[in-house]
C-alpha cells in the first residue's frame, strides 16, 4: 500500500459545483495533515492544514477521520480559479528511527469548467 | 518579502555532465529541503538541512546526487554525470523552524523549480 494515495481524477466539474477529494494515508502514527494546491507547472503551495475536528477556510473544508486513516478535501461553489491540482500531504515517520517527513500524494487535478 | 528563489529555471544538459543547481531559501528560515517532481507523479523528497545539523540525505537516489548548504543559507544540489531518468522537476523549499516531529505543523514555502532535461 502506498504511504499516501488520492483519487486519481481528473475531476471536470461546472461552475458552482461542489467537489470532494479523499486520501488514504497507511501510516497510523501520523499526526499532522495537510492539502497543498500545484497550479499547471508551478510550485506547490499551503491551501490548509487538516485538524481532528475538522476545520473550514471559506469554501474550503478539511476533515480527518484517524480510524479510517482518510482525509478529505470539500469545494463549495467552484470557481474557474479552482482549476489545479490538490496534493494530499501526510507527516510520516521512515526509517524506523523517530524521524519524520512530510510525504506527498501524486495529486488529484481539478478543472473546473464555464 | 522574497520567496524562496531557484536557478537556473531551466537546465538543458547532455548525458553525462554534471549540473549544479542552486536554491536561496527566504531569509530566516532554518530548514531547507530539496525535492524532485517528475511528470505526472509527487514530490519525491531528497535531501533536508536544519541548521548546523548534519543534512538527512536519506532521500537521495544515488551517490551521483548530493547537496550542500553553506553559511546555512544558500543550497546547491549537484547531479554528477546526469542520466535521461534524472530529468524532472527539482524543488527547494523552506521552512521557519525545525519541522521534524510527528506533530510538526510548519508550512514549507516551495521555489519555483528548476527543469532539468537530460538529453
Known amino acids: 500500500r502506498k504511504e499516501v494515495e488520492q483519487d486519481p481524477g481528473p475531476f471536470n466539474v461546472p461552475e458552482g459545483a461542489t467537489v470532494a477529494f479523499n486520501c488514504t494515508y497507511s501510516?497510523?502514527?501520523?499526526?499532522?495533515f495537510f492539502w497543498y494546491r500545484q497550479d499547471c507547472r508551478k510550485e506547490p503551495k499551503l491551501l490548509m492544514s487538516?485538524?481532528?475536528s475538522g476545520n473550514e477556510d471559506g469554501r474550503f473544508t478539511a476533515q480527518l477521520n484517524r480510524a479510517s486513516q482518510y482525509i478529505s478535501l470539500l469545494i463549495r461553489d467552484s470557481k474557474l480559479s479552482d482549476s489545479a491540482t490538490y496534493l494530499c500531504?501526510?507527516?510520516?515517520?521512515?526509517?524506523?528511527?523517530?524521524?519524520?517527513?512530510?510525504?506527498f500524494g501524486k495529486g488529484t487535478k481539478l478543472s473546473v469548467i464555464p | 518579502g522574497a520567496g524562496v528563489s531557484q536557478s537556473p529555471s531551466n537546465k538543458v544538459t547532455e548525458k553525462g555532465k554534471d549540473v549544479e543547481l542552486r536554491c536561496d531559501p527566504i531569509s530566516g528560515h532554518t530548514a531547507l529541503y530539496w525535492y524532485r517532481q517528475s511528470l505526472g507523479q509527487g514530490l519525491e523528497f531528497l535531501i533536508y538541512?536544519?541548521?548546523?545539523?548534519?543534512?538527512?540525505k536519506s532521500g537521495l537516489p544515488s551517490d551521483r546526487f548530493s547537496a550542500e548548504r553553506t553559511g546555512g543559507s544558500v543550497s546547491t544540489l549537484t547531479i554528477q554525470r546526469t542520466q535521461q531518468e534524472d530529468s524532472a522537476v527539482y524543488l527547494c523549499a523552506s521552512s521557519s523552524r525545525f519541522s521534524r516531529g510527528p506533530r510538526s505543523n510548519n508550512t514549507q514555502y516551495f521555489g519555483p523549480g528548476t527543469r532539468l532535461t537530460v538529453l
Open positions: 487538516v485538524y481532528s
Open positions: 538541512f536544519q541548521g548546523n545539523s548534519a543534512p538527512d
Open positions: 500531504v501526510v507527516n510520516t515517520a521512515y526509517s524506523g528511527a523517530g524521524s519524520y517527513q512530510l510525504t
Open positions: 501510516n497510523s502514527a501520523s499526526q499532522s
